[in-house]
C-alpha cells in the first residue's frame, strides 16, 4: 500500500484527496472539504499534533503505512511571508512504530524479514522489535519441511509485518497467513537483501556475507529500517544469532491446548499460564517471561541455572521482596531508550529514561545484600544469572544536573522550537543571564497595559501577543478617538485596532530576542544531551537486559512461594517422575 500522508498545518496533521476518504472512517473523523461546494472541491479531514500518536498507531494496526510529513521551519525564521518548509521525516508501517508510547508491555511488534539462499543453504529469518532494540536472525535447513519450519517460526515471533522479496517465494506466504492473520506481507526489491548494500552495519552483521541467508535476511530488515526511518541508523542495535535448535518448538495446536499466552474461550491473557506466572513488576519482566515461554530451553545446565536464581530469591522472602520494590520505579527502559532517543525526542522522554537509570544503584545494592542474607546451600557460588546491572552514574548525573525534575510538555515535531524551561537553573549561567532579561521585559510589558488604560483612558485597551506580529495594543474602533498621536498603526481587524510604539518596540525586540535565544540555547543543550544518551545506548540496552532476567526470575520465586512450588530435579535422561503433582 501506498503510505497515508500526515501532513503537518499549524497545530494539526491533515489528510487529503483519497487518504482522506480512507481515513476518516476508520478513526472516525470528520471528512470535510476545501472549496466546500465547488467542483474541484479537495475533500480532507485532520487531527491534532497532540493527539496524533494514537491515531497512526491504529493504522499502522490495520495494516496503513503512515508518512509524517514535518514542518521544519518556524513563523520566525520566514517572517510570515511564505509557507514554511516541510519534509517527510519518517514513515511508520505495521512492524515499525516509531514512537513506542501505548503499547502493551508484554507486546513484542516486530518486523520480519525471510530471504532464500540461492545457494540451497536454506531459509534466513531476521526479526526487529524497533521499539525495544531487539535484532536477531536464525537460519532454516534447506529440505522439505523447510517451509513449515519457517511457518513455526513465523507463528512464534508473531510479526505485526513480513517483508519478502519480489522473485522470492511469494507463494509461501499463503500457507502462514491463515496463521498470521495480523500480520502484513511487504514485498521489496530483491537488490535490499544485498548485505554489501547496507549503508550503516550494526554489531554483528557482516556485509561480506553474500548468500548467508541470515546476513541477507538482516539486510532486507535494515535496508527497509534505512528507507523508512533513517534516522534510527545512529541507534541500530546490536544482531545476535539463535539456533532453532536451543529450544523447544511448541507448533501451533500444542499452543493453544496448553493455553500458553490465550486461552481456549475468549481468547484473553486471562487464565493461561503466562497470566499465573507473571507477577514482574517492570514491563522488561513481562517482556522477558513471555519470550521464555515461546522459546522453552532444551538443555538441562541453562535451566539449572535459572533454576538457582530462583532458588535464591524464593528462598529470601525479606530480600526478594526489598529486590521487587527496588525494581518497580524502573519504567520501560528499552522502549524508553528508543523514546529518548530519536530526533523528535522531548525533555520528558530523556527524563523518563534518566529517572528509571537512577534506579539501577538501589538494585545493585539489594542483589549485593541478597547473597550474604540468602541460603546458598543448594548453590555453589552465586548464579550468575543474579548478577547486578551495572550503573551509569556518569550519565545520571549529568542528565539530573542538566534537565528540571518534571519537564514542561513540549509536542512532538517543531511545534516545541519555542519552548522554554525544561534546562535547569545553574546549568547554563549564560543561558540564565538570556533568561533574566526576557523575564525583565515580559514584566515592562505585563505593566504596561494597566499603565496606558490610566493615561490614555481607553478603558478597553489590552497588550496582545501574536508568534508573527509580536506585542501590539489593541484598541476597540469604538474608542479610536481616544488614540495618542504618537501611536503606530501595525494591524487592522475587523473590530479592533493593533499599535505599536517606539518604547515597545525596543523592548519587544529585546524579550523576543532574549526569548528566541534562550529557546535556541536550550535546544542546543537538550540535543546535547541526547546525543550523549545515543553514546550510551549499548551500556543502556544491557541493563535493561539484566533487569528484565532479574525481574523474570523474581517473579517466578515470587509466584513459587505464593503456590508451595518446589523445584524439580531436572536431567538430560528420558524418564519422569512426578510425586503428588497436579495439572
Known sequence: KEAVLFYRMGDFYELFLDDAERVAPLLDLTLTSRDKGKPDAIPMCGVPVHSADGYVKRLAELGYRVAICEQVETPSTTGGRRLLRREVVEVITPGLVGDPAGIEA???????AIAV???GEGWGLATLDASTGDFRTTCVPEGPEAEGRVGEELQRIQPREVLLGADRRVSSWASWQEALPGAALTVIDDEAFDPSRVSVCPDGFDPDAHGNPEMCAAAGVLSYLDRNQPAA?????????????????????????????????????????ID???ESCTPLGSRRLARWLRYPLRESGPVRERQDGVAVLADGD???????????????LERGLARAIR???????????RDSLAAIPGIAAELAGSTAEADLASVVEQPTVLAAPVPLDALVEKLQDALVEDPPVVHRGSRGAGETGYIRMGFRPELDEVREGAAKGREWIANLE??????????ALKVRFHPVHGY???VPKTQQSKVPEHYERKQTLASVERFTTEGLREIESDVMGASERAASMEREIFEGLRCEVVGEVDAVREVADRIGDLDALASLAHVARREAWVRPEVHAGESLEIRGGRH
Do not use: K
Open 472 to 474: 501590539s495594543l489593541e
Open 343 to 353: 530526533p523528535n525526542a522531548t525533555p520528558r522522554d530523556v527524563a523518563a529514561l
Open 233 to 273: 541508523r545512529e541507534s541500530t542495535p546490536r544482531l545476535r544469532s539463535y539456533r532453532l535448535g536451543d529450544s523447544l518448538v511448541l507448533d501451533a495446536a500444542t499452543r493453544t491446548h496448553l493455553e500458553l499466552f490465550a486461552n481456549t474461550e475468549d481468547g484473553s491473557r486471562q487464565h493461561t499460564l
Open 106 to 112: 508484554h507486546v513484542e511488534v516486530a518486523v520480519v
Open 276 to 278: 499465573l506466572l507473571d
Open 117 to 119: 539462499s540461492s545457494s
Open 450 to 459: 494597566a499603565q496606558e488604560r490610566e493615561r490614555t483612558g481607553i478603558s
Open 318 to 332: 525479606r530480600m526478594r521482596e526489598r529486590l521487587r520494590a527496588a525494581l518497580s520505579p524502573v519504567r520501560d
